[in-house]
């Protein structure tokens, strides 16, 4: 997910899968409540888990080898609060993590149940984040339009995929 703010209404929006939604227009969940209410550095941790498990398959080795800093810091970066020795993901670690696995600033200190499979750098093109930049800065009714779009086109595939069977 990607935070943005729209110029136009100072409303905050998360993408997902190239929609932005309105934050107050969202589900409400158990464990995006859940992550909202926590510190960062808790909210960094349950994401580092979720990016090792989608991205590295369950290794903290290769999250080590990514963001090249040593395998214990990086298992100490897993340990739960209060544990001896727990290392906090600060905003360099931070930083260095987003970087090495192309996601977008800020992603690890988003809340919300999301899937990191659309986020795929093969195929996150130009074309994609520079649409995505010009949705960033609609209002609220140019968004509804571009909602309808993408409506129809899910339709049309959907539509498709049925003539098909």
């Not at 349950?46 to 590295?56: A, F, Q, S, T």
């Not at 290769?62 to 739960?80: C, G, K, L, T």
């Not at 192309?102 to 195929?123: I, T």
């Amino acid at each position: 997910m990607i935070h943005a703010i729209n110029k136009n209404n100072n409303k905050e929006y998360l993408w997902v899968l190239s929609l932005s939604i309105p934050i107050g227009n969202l589900p409400e969940s158990h464990s995006s409540t859940y992550l909202s209410s926590m510190d960062k550095y808790e909210k960094r941790r349950l994401n580092l888990i979720k990016l090792r498990d989608e991205r590295c398959g369950g290794v903290n080795a290769e999250i080590a080898r990514r963001i090249d800093r040593d395998q214990s810091y990086v298992n100490r970066m897993f340990y739960p609060e209060g544990k001896s020795q727990k290392k906090r993901i600060g905003d360099d670690i931070k930083e260095a993590i987003e970087k090495a696995f192309k996601l977008p600033v800020g992603w690890l200190d988003s809340a919300g149940d999301y899937n990191l499979s659309w986020m795929d750098e093969s195929k996150m093109t130009m074309q994609k984040i520079d649409f995505m930049k010009k949705i960033s800065d609609m209002d609220d009714d140019e968004l509804e339009i571009i909602d309808e779009v993408f409506q129809l086109v899910a339709n049309r595939k959907k539509t498709k995929a049925e003539s098909n069977e």
